[in-house]
């Protein structure tokens, strides 16, 4: 029962995979199952050794590079307080380097001004630059380049 051999091939192809995370094992596991197929519907060893090559290949050179660029690729959208940079907010009460209170997104936020020497009065619109923990970093739009 040759497809015994290529399933307990493809269970280490996998478990390799699971320590290295490359995703060639687990291509190639994806192959040796290809093969136990092969073995398991009658082919004779040629057949299965083909199979398994290549299914092999085709994984390694499509499927791989496909997978690793969507890996690396970072995500369409933003999520979270990251969200929120580059929005604009009304200050509610004046924003200093140390304080304030704007609005942004519907809900009042803790906010500081980007420029530690700047006081931007309230009713002005600003722009959120980043986030730091539960306070917004602003500046007023009007000043932006």
């Known amino acids: 029962m040759p497809w015994i051999l290529w399933l307990i091939l493809a269970v280490a192809l996998g478990a390799a995979e699971i320590f290295t995370l490359t995703l060639a094992f687990g291509l190639l596991a994806v192959a040796a199952l290809v093969a136990?197929?092969?073995?398991?519907?009658?082919?004779?060893?040629?057949?299965?050794?083909?199979?398994f090559a290549?299914?092999?290949?085709?994984?390694?050179?499509?499927?791989r590079p496909i997978a690793r660029r969507q890996m690396k690729t970072p995500p369409l959208s933003r999520e979270g307080a990251e969200a929120l940079v580059g929005r604009t907010a009304v200050v509610l009460k004046d924003v200093?380097?140390?304080?304030?209170?704007?609005?942004?997104?519907?809900?009042e936020w803790s906010a500081r001004s980007y420029d530690e020497s700047q006081v931007i009065a309230a009713g002005t619109t600003v722009e959120v630059l980043e986030i730091e923990g539960?306070?917004?970093?602003?500046?007023?739009r009007e000043l932006l380049p």
């Open 36 to 51: 136990a197929v092969a073995a398991g519907v009658g082919g004779g060893l040629l057949a299965q050794v083909l199979a």
């Open 54 to 63: 290549v299914s092999g290949v085709l994984g390694l050179l499509v499927v």
């Open 96 to 107: 200093s380097a140390q304080a304030g209170l704007i609005k942004l997104a519907g809900e």
């Open 134 to 140: 539960a306070r917004a970093v602003v500046y007023p």
